[in-house]
């Protein structure tokens, strides 16, 4: 308990100003036949396809 740091002040973070996000990273393995239908699924959720290069 001593190594705790006293709050001196703190906020509430509305709604209004503020951002709220969701992550998931999703690997897929994919054969060449399923790739397009793979990349219009992740297009079509605002997902990008970060590939290794």
């Known amino acids: 308990?001593?190594?705790l740091i006293d709050v001196i002040?703190?906020?509430e973070h509305t709604p209004h100003d503020s951002?709220?996000?969701e992550l998931?990273?999703?690997k897929?393995?994919?054969g060449r036949d399923e790739r397009t239908d793979a990349l219009q699924i992740i297009?079509?959720?605002g997902g990008k396809d970060?590939?290794?290069d």
Do not use: A, D, G, T
């Open 1 to 3: 308990m001593n190594k």
């Open 9 to 11: 002040h703190c906020f």
């Open 19 to 21: 951002v709220v996000r």
């Open 24 to 26: 998931v990273l999703i």
């Open 28 to 30: 897929m393995l994919v």
């Open 43 to 45: 297009e079509h959720f």
């Open 50 to 52: 970060h590939r290794p």
